[in-house]
């Protein structure tokens, strides 16, 4: 009900006014941001305590703006906590939207690089000794130096870095709500007070970009070593007086597998999940293509701290079963949430084959592109 400013008694209701200027009573301006959902009130327009704690992605409308001209709210301190958590919402929601679309382009990429990797490298050789092992950025550098073939794959290496990069902008510690959760634990921290009623961890923190990101990461590096090895393998015939000159130990690679597995599982992300167990198995399907073409004496499928006498056939067997085993698990998950892993099934078969006959079968791109559309779709109006 409209009213002259002479019949407000300031008393019983006192007046606010935004930047914007228009004059608004307390009364009605706390119905408009509704905040008795989010205080509870004593006598008059004054607030006792908190409804309940802040919750994450708990505004249901727009940012509140002035009922009359829509302009901003935000010098008002008494709706502080609303408008702050509309802000970090919309923050989320853009972080999504943003962090989704480099995906989308970077899987894209992939598949076009991926295309060219087998016209690229007829005429290319790789005549020097390589050792790959340690971490992925370790072997991407020893990559690198063999000038021949970062020089026909330039793309490829190109788009490495790239990747690299996303992985790191999509971090947790990258997240709006995880950057905020640093600032008030560290004001906290000085103050020496207990934090309370704060939300746990996984459920401010979006893992869906960056669980997708360390996948595509490690599927990107298992195409370009196992592009480098056939490479590689096809001009050792022209050393080998000379003895091996190739020597792999993806172990580190595995390891990265495994976290992708359980950060996965706690995202509730059964599709990442089953790619970590079977990027797992075709990273050992990888080391024991290299092992097989080589002697026993020259096979480096384990650790520098495993015995030397240790019989290589019982280390390859045993990284044959713990492959399948990750597959296993793979087909199970798919079996379990066949709409959320339709792109993984047909990867399983191929991996399988791997461990098997000892070589890397390339997966075809067309499935992977019918992700990308499904996915773009799907994000087409995230964040409105």
Known sequence: MLESYGDIDLDIDPIIVPNCGHVITVSSLDGFMDMTKYYTFGEGNETTSVVNASIAFSAEKDMKTCPSCRAGLRNIQRYSRIIRRAVLDESSKRFIVWSSHGYLLHEAEFVRVQESFLDATIEVSVQSPVQLKGSSLSQFNTINHCQMFSKILKAAMSLRRKIARHVENVRKEEQPYHRVRTLVEDAL????????????????????????????????????????????????????????????????????????????????????????????????????????????????????????????????EQSRQDGHQHLSEARRLCEAFPGQCKGQVSEIEPAEQALRGFFVSEVTNEERQAILRAMASEFRGTGH
């Not at 198995?281 to 495993?306: G, K, Q, T």
């Open 189 to 316: 921290r000085r103050k020496k007070v207990a934090p309370a009623n704060m939300p746990q961890e996984m459920q401010t923190v979006q893992m869906t970009q960056s669980v997708r990101a360390a996948a595509l990461m490690l599927r990107f590096d298992l195409a370009l070593l196992g592009k480098f090895i056939t490479v590689k393998q096809n001009t050792k015939q022209a050393m080998a007086a000379t003895g091996p000159k190739l020597t792999v130990n993806f172990t580190v690679n595995r390891d990265d597998c495994l976290k992708l597995v359980d950060v996965a599982q706690q995202a509730k992300m059964p599709a990442q999940q089953a790619e970590g167990h079977i990027l797992f198995a075709r990273y050992l399907a990888l080391e024991l293509s290299v092992a097989h073409s080589m002697s026993e004496d020259a096979a480096n499928l384990a650790d520098d701290n495993i015995v030397d006498s240790a019989p290589v056939e019982q280390i390859r």
